[in-house]
């Protein structure tokens, strides 16, 4: 064990979607106390109307990152294997709760992969953290240093990206990303605490656009979609082509699109695009048509209950 290795206690994940609550399970899995928090929500649902709640009540305020926690909680299969996990996460509203960050040795950002949703949460992290503390993004593929840009040196010096990949309880691959400002004892920190707290496999990576995993894999994707559409092939014959016939499993494609998210993946080649400078990236990462229009029609995966497929 390095001399660095401190494992982590106590944390924070701010977005409880679909990798935010499954990281948060995973680190509360693993022994960590964590506090997961999202957005306050703009409207009631039918049962909190019924029961006379109001948009200001706290178990209202804290209801994304509560729901995300009972989803998770009964998942099947069971996504834990320490049935004491639940004692260990707490639901929170960022703009009520974001006091309790100075608490977390590590904030993990799993917010919407646009750059101005994440730098407005930046702000509000730099603003609580207890100086020292470790604050990773999960981003796709954003740039790092952009994100650490204009930051106090204490917030610079600590923040990475740890890209964790979907499902983040089965996948292995944790890739570390750091800005030329960040710390070799925060990168070294972090990479034993998913090493050895979290039982992941670290790669560093570089801060190109989609890093490294997410740079094939994206690529992937958007050449089976333009081929499909070429070949005019449905959705059902891409995913048994692409799937057990070629000893892979059976979320290759499609499955794998709606586990990941057609709003995050259309964010994902936006900003590929605009990061690039390469003007090849221009055309490949274009925006594919049917990804566009499943997401107008509010079809964003198994998050909406549909995407390519209907929920199982
Ligand atoms: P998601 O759309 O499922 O969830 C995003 C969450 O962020 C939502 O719950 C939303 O309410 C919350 N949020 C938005 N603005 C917020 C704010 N200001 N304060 C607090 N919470 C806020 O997205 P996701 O798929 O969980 O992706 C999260 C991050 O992980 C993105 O950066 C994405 O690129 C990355 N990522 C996603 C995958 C994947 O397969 N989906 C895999 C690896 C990395």
């Not at 709606?258 to 605009?274: F, K, P, S």
């Amino acid at each position: 064990m390095s001399q660095s290795h401190r494992p982590i206690r106590q944390a924070a994940v701010i977005g409880s979607g679909v990798m935010g609550a499954a990281i948060a399970g995973h680190l509360a899995n693993a022994g960590i106390r964590v506090t997961l928090l999202d957005i306050a929500p703009d409207r009631l649902t039918a049962e909190e109307e019924k029961a006379g709640l109001t948009l200001d009540r706290p178990e209202v305020r804290r209801r994304l990152a509560a729901a995300a926690i009972a989803r998770f909680k009964s998942s099947k299969p069971a996504p834990l294997y320490d049935p004491s996990f639940a004692s260990r996460l707490t639901p929170g509203c960022l703009a009520d709760d974001a006091h309790k960050l100075r608490e977390a040795e590590w904030i993990v950002e799993a917010v919407t992969e646009r750059p101005d949703v994440k730098k407005a949460v930046l702000d509000l992290v730099e603003q609580h953290r207890a100086p020292g503390s470790i604050v990773s993004t999960n981003t796709s593929g954003l740039s790092v240093a952009a994100l650490a840009e204009g930051r106090s040196e204490d917030f610079r010096k600590h923040f990475l990206a740890a890209h964790f990949f979907n499902p983040p309880r089965y996948m292995k691959l944790v890739e570390l990303v750091t800005s030329p400002d960040t710390d070799d004892a925060a990168l070294s920190r972090l990479s034993e605490v998913c090493e050895r707290q979290l039982g992941k496999g670290v790669v560093v990576a570089k801060d190109t656009p989609n890093f490294i995993a997410n740079r094939i894999g994206t690529y992937g994707m958007l050449v089976t979609l333009e081929e499909m559409a070429r070949f005019g092939l449905t959705v059902e014959e891409v995913d048994a082509l692409t799937g057990p016939s070629l000893g892979r499993p059976k979320t290759a494609t499609f499955r794998m699109l709606d586990l990941v998210g057609l709003d995050t993946l259309l964010h994902v080649v936006d900003n590929v695009r605009e990061r690039s400078d390469d003007p090849e990236d221009a055309s490949v990462f274009a925006r594919p048509a049917i990804l566009e229009r499943l997401v107008s029609e509010g079809r964003l995966g198994e998050k909406s209950g549909q995407g390519f497929y209907r929920k199982r």
